[in-house]
């Protein structure tokens, strides 16, 4: 291992953001939206905290249908 592959440098909130989220949150977000435009609802009220993912999924299948 070199000295570079040691250093953890660049931003947090930015890395999680960009890797860990869609990484590990995507594929479940993509399916919940999925099944809630199946669903059709008039209205839907998200309550879960988080960085958004299934509210963007949910927003985009909703308009495809």
Known sequence: MTERDKD???SIPE???TYLVPL????????LA???AALDPA???Q???????GAGHSFI???QN
């Open 8 to 10: 953890f440098t660049g």
């Open 24 to 31: 590990s949150f995507e594929a479940y977000a993509r399916d």
């Open 47 to 53: 309550t879960a905290a988080g960085r958004g993912m």
């Open 34 to 36: 999925d099944r809630i």
């Open 61 to 63: 299948a909703y308009c």
């Open 15 to 17: 890395i999680y953001d």
């Open 43 to 45: 209205s839907v009220l």
